[in-house]
């Protein structure tokens, strides 16, 4: 649920942070029409402008207002300086490092296969989960993101995008952070990015990546939010798991498994389970079994994800005959399974790496 007008006043100088109606609210209580608010709306979010005073057919009561407000400073726009950009060596990953007003520094992914184009969104300026093998986890946790620095991210790749002549279509929030940590800040981004007269993404259309928090999914689930969810399982037991994923402790697997069935029951939909391929670690075919038998009875689909190597971990990725065989189990067993490829890995794409490369670059100089 977005916070009422009034709480948003307290805590946000952001016009990014307002879903539609409280930019509505907000400028019909500034003396100015509703149709204003449809027009500064599709401004911000249907032409992704960086400065919407740039737009020429603005209404003068329009114009003045934003002018007054944003030179005074009583509200801002959340429109990050980019602070490096890294294609990757085959085109179809480019990595962004933004720089927030506070200067933490956060990643936005953008992927293109298939003629499709993902971008994968932070949440969380660090993260507090502390998966052992994780860039973004190893860093700590340093803050949550308002809404609108998570829609400046999905701005962000719309413009690059659009100068390609290509469309943003699809969204996973598996950047930094954990998303259902800062549960209300993105649920009210989704708001926006969701909004059929901006950003226009279709819920179907976006992955929402959890390491667990159960009751994050629980709250999914009595929402009745339409996103997809996925769960980063990586280990079928709670002595193996708290070990790569300390949340785990917190969160054990019999509660998360029944938080998952209870969604299954809820949403009537799909779960996805990420499992992180780590050599001698998660790979061997008895941990396949073990995960076809905590995921009995629930709809899953199984996607394996060889592990990106950071400097912080010493494990490394399954070998290919380990991974096929892992999939070829899990088939048999009955459930959808993918291996999915490793993306950008000359780009740092496993989410903090490139933040924590451009560290060691710092610290090295
Ligand atoms: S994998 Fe996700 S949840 Fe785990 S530490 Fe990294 S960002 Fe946080």
Known sequence: MALPL??????????????????????????????????LWSTLHFRSLADPLSREDLSPPLRRW????LSSGTWTLDVPPLNLDVPSGDGLTRKSLLKLTDNQEIETVIMSYDGRHTA?????AGCAMGCVFCATGQMGFVRHLRPGEIVAQVHHARRVLVEQGKRLRN??????????????????????????????????????????????ILRLAEEGRPYNLAVSLHAATDEERSAIVPANQRWPLPD????????????????????????????TPEHAQRVAELLRGLDAHVNLIPLNRTEG?????????????????????????????????????????????????????
């Open 6 to 39: 009034n709480d948003v006043k307290m805590n946000s100088r952001s016009l990014h942070d307002l879903t539609f109606d409280q930019m509505t609210a907000l400028l019909v209580s500034e003396g100015l029409a509703s149709l204003h608010a449809k027009t």
């Open 256 to 283: 998360l498994l029944a938080a998952c069935r209870s969604y299954n029951a809820q949403t009537g939909r799909r779960i996805f389970f990420a499992w992180t391929l780590i050599h001698g670690v998660n790979d």
């Open 313 to 365: 971990y010493e494990g490394v990725e399954s070998a290919e005959e380990a991974a096929n065989e892992f999939h070829r189990l899990l088939q048999e067993a009955g459930y959808p399974c993918t291996i999915r490829q490793r993306r950008g890995i000359d780009v740092a794409a496993g989410c903090g790496q490139l933040k924590a490369e451009k560290q060691r670059r710092r610290q090295a100089a």
């Open 66 to 69: 934003l002018v007054s407000n």
């Open 120 to 124: 994968c969104i932070s949440t969380q």
């Open 171 to 216: 969204l996973v929030f598996m950047g930094m952070g954990e998303p259902l940590h800062n549960y209300d800040a993105v649920m009210t981004a989704l708001d926006i990015i969701t909004h059929t007269s901006g950003i226009n993404i279709g819920p179907s259309k976006v992955s929402i990546s959890t390491v667990g928090v159960v009751p994050g």
